[in-house]
């Protein structure tokens, strides 16, 4: 833990408790961007945590970045914020300015096709982008793709330039469709990719999502036990009953899991840049996902999957992200191909070293 | 998060990468002289007194005791990593378990001094094994309902009843008792003492309980006007429940609760290859996953234990999760290798797969049942 991140923790913790309301959520899915959670969050200087202050950021590292995350996701905060990280991280590393707002950013997904173009005195990107994260409620996106000569370029775009078409999530998040109709850009908005890019990203961007989800599964914890206190039958609370007991055990097990798997991976990453431990902890929070959404839902009994419950806040996410930046199924696919292409010694000093 | 769940990272120091080099070639050259052979579940079936010795010589048990009691003042995450080679290489370790994991720690918190110098030095030399007596014939989940008695008689107590499932007792030297010093009053948890008994002393019966595979690890122990001296009295008398709470972070939470079937695991994997394709990569992936999953957690409360807490909820996870991995392996090495596993198999994969499928309704019964560590767990997150 850095320095900061206690006090990262109480603010960010704070900020959401103010503005990161149920009416907010429900506002968001209905279209209207929450501008003064933003605010707040930028103010702060959460928005660009993770990034050096002589860059315009201000400072702290990959887990100070991720533990941010896990509050985000705990309070289902409906706004780009893991985006907007890993788009200002690009933007640094290819020293481009830090743009400020909301950010976006492509590829969004594995088979999204970006190309860059050299023209006479400028270059030229198109390409199409499905799911991209609130591209409607962002001035700018960041763009990497490659040449037709193969050399990777990172730039970024105005969102006028772009067409959008909306999409959502399961959980009424903004994923909307980007077309790039051969949008022209100045020389001094490209620069060449750092190695940051392509396979780093899609790393960076898996273990966002197991730092969103670890806080979702938190909150999800806290509501069913609450719940199970206060909710009686038969003369108490059905948290007295063993055999939902048994269940909230199970609930807890692998919401604790998760929150360590989750730590672990952004650990492992930062002091080694592989992906193996990336793939172990979003294999961990989606299987989870599946585990911990049903009890609390069970748990909770119909009050839980209506609108008014708070509930489907979290579970709608948790159902949405274990799908983005690969599924435990893609995730335990490479590494169990990994795995076996090796000896069996693999697995064990994949474990442990 | 709440308090009960919060688990730190624990990055083991540089200086184990040596030792954890000493310990795999130590294991493949034992290995290659065929002193033994790689089992499932070994902490429980692996009993070999002259393995326990040649650990005692290079210094692996009683790896975190004081040097005065014959210890090597290590780390306990040094100890972490010589155990979990040793599990992860099914090598046999059951003769010395007890008494390197539950016993050394309980005489060094409550023993007195005459019980570690006389006692520890040779368990760290692999000369000495405990068992272990809690459960009973009528007390298992329900510890405190045991009946086992000691009454005082001059100088020396005199010990009535039986203890049941106490593994390794017909090879171990001492076992540790838990037994009533005293009728409780309105707390069943009153009144109940640890004692040190020697196996070999008048009126001590160890008869076996022979596994569904035939094999012998479990005993009942029957004590029949058993005479012990006071100074066999583990800490305080009326003390023993606390006592016996305290050793359970470290029996619940330790890499023999999710790495009993690991042999299997990896000689599924050494059965599969390359071109197994996606299902099998699948399952391989999310095994792995929870693999590492469960070691992280598990180190997580080993660096809480060496910090002086006693994380006891998440230790239980460590053993609720960890026990149904260990089963887990069993299903994911049935669906992908259609197989005929056999105690007595020509395949070592197939020896595997059984001795697992035929010991793994153990695994979550001893040290606390499913049910029991989940009903601690919710006690401990408030419901």
Redesign the interface.
């Known amino acids: 833990m850095s320095d900061i991140q206690p006090m990262l923790v109480d603010t960010a913790t704070k900020i959401m408790k103010d503005f990161c309301t149920k009416e907010v959520i429900n506002k968001a899915e209905e279209g209207e961007f929450p501008h003064d959670l933003w605010e707040a969050l930028e103010e702060t200087g959460m928005t660009s945590i993770g990034i050096p202050e002589d860059i315009g950021g201000v400072g702290g590292d990959l887990e100070d970045a991720m533990s941010l995350l896990k509050i985000s996701g705990k309070f289902a905060a409906p706004i780009p914020l893991a985006e907007t990280l890993l788009a200002k991280l690009i933007l640094s590393f290819a020293r481009l300015p830090l743009l400020n707002g909301p950010l976006s950013l492509l590829p969004a997904q594995n088979n999204d096709q970006i190309s860059f173009r050299k023209t006479d005195d400028a270059w030229a990107v198109s390409g199409k982008a499905q799911y991209v994260p609130w591209a409607r409620d962002v001035k700018n996106i960041v763009v990497f793709g490659a040449t037709s000569a193969g050399q990777m370029i990172v730039s970024y775009v105005s969102t006028d330039d772009c067409q959008i078409t909306q999409g959502q999530n399961l959980a009424g998040e903004p994923r909307d469709e980007v077309m790039l109709p051969d949008i022209l850009i100045d020389n001094d908005r490209i620069a060449p990719s750092h190695n940051l890019m392509g396979e780093d990203i899609w790393n960076r961007g898996a273990l966002t999502r197991t730092a969103l989800m670890a806080g979702a599964l938190e909150n999800i914890l806290e509501l069913t036990l609450t719940y199970a206190k206060e909710r009686e039958q038969f003369g108490r609370p059905i948290g007295k009953f063993q055999a939902v007991k048994q269940q909230l055990a199970v609930l807890a097990g692998e919401v604790t899991a998760s929150g360590i798997a989750a730590d672990a991976a952004v650990s492992a990453y930062e002091q080694g840049g592989q992906n193996q431990e990336i793939a172990m902890a979003k294999i961990q929070v989606g299987e989870a996902a599946k585990a911990v959404t049903n009890i609390a839902h069970q748990v909770h009994g119909a009050m839980g999957f209506t609108d008014e419950h708070p509930l489907h806040h979290s579970t709608r996410r948790l159902w949405s992200w274990q799908d983005e930046y690969g599924s435990e199924s893609e995730w335990a696919e490479l590494l169990g191909s990994e795995i076996l292409e090796n000896s069996s010694e693999q697995v064990w000093s994949m474990v442990t070293d | ?2 308090k009960e ?3 730190p ?1 624990v ?1 083991l120091p540089k200086e184990t990468e040596n030792l ?1 080099e000493e310990v795999r070639s130590f294991l493949s050259a034992e290995l290659h002289n065929e002193s033994f052979t790689t089992r499932s579940d070994s902490w429980l079936s692996g009993f070999s007194a002259d393995f326990s010795r040649k650990l005692g010589e290079r210094g692996w048990l009683g790896m975190t005791w004081p040097k005065k009691y014959g210890g090597h003042e290590r780390t306990a995450f040094e100890r972490f990593v010589v155990t ?1 080679e040793l599990l ?1 290489a099914g090598a046999p370790v059951a003769a010395h378990w007890f008494a390197d994991r539950q016993t050394g720690p309980l005489l060094l918190n409550y023993g007195t001094e005459y019980q570690r110098q006389t006692l520890l030095p040779r368990i760290v030399r692999g000369e000495l094994f405990f068992a272990i007596g809690l459960s009973e014939p009528n007390s298992g989940s329900d510890l405190a309902s045991i009946s086992t008695r000691a009454k005082k008689s001059g100088n020396k107590w005199v010990i009535n009843g039986s203890k049941i499932w106490s593994s390794g007792a017909h090879h171990a030297h001492y076992i540790v008792v838990l037994l009533r010093t005293a009728t409780h009053g309105e707390k069943k948890h009153e009144g109940l003492s640890q004692m040190i008994v020697d196996l070999s002393a008048p009126g001590v019966t160890v008869r076996p309980i022979y596994l569904m595979t035939g094999e012998h690890h479990f005993n009942e122990v029957i004590f029949e006007d058993v005479e012990i001296s006071e100074g066999m009295i583990v800490g305080e008398v009326g003390g023993g429940w606390k006592q016996s709470m305290a050793e359970l972070a470290y029996e619940r939470s330790g890499p023999e609760r999710f790495l009993s079937t690991y042999p299997l ?3 599924l ?2 059965q ?3 071109t ?1 394709g ?1 299902h ?7 095994l ?10 598990s180190l ?1 409360v080993a660096g809480l234990l060496e910090k002086g807490d006693s994380p006891n909820i ?1 230790a239980s ?1 460590v053993k ?2 960890g026990t149904q991995f260990e089963k887990d392996v069993i299903d994911v090495a049935r669906e992908l290798i259609p197989s005929r596993p056999s105690m007595n198999a020509p395949t070592k994969f197939e020896t595997l797969l059984a001795e697992s499928i035929l010991h793994a309704p153990g695994f979550t019964l001893r040290g606390g049942t499913t ?1 029991i ?3 601690i ?2 006690r401990g ?3």
Not at chain 2, 280 to 286: F, Q, S
Not at chain 2, 288 to 297: D, G, I, N, V, Y
């Open positions: 998060m709440l769940l919060e688990l990272i990055d954890r979990e992860a695991l990896k000689e994997i050494n599969l290859s390359e197994s996606q099998a990569n699948i399952k391989i992936g999310k792995a996953s929870r693999l590492w999953t469960l070691r992280c957690m997580g998440a996870l609720d999760l049910e560590l989940r009903s767990i919710a997150i408030g419901v």
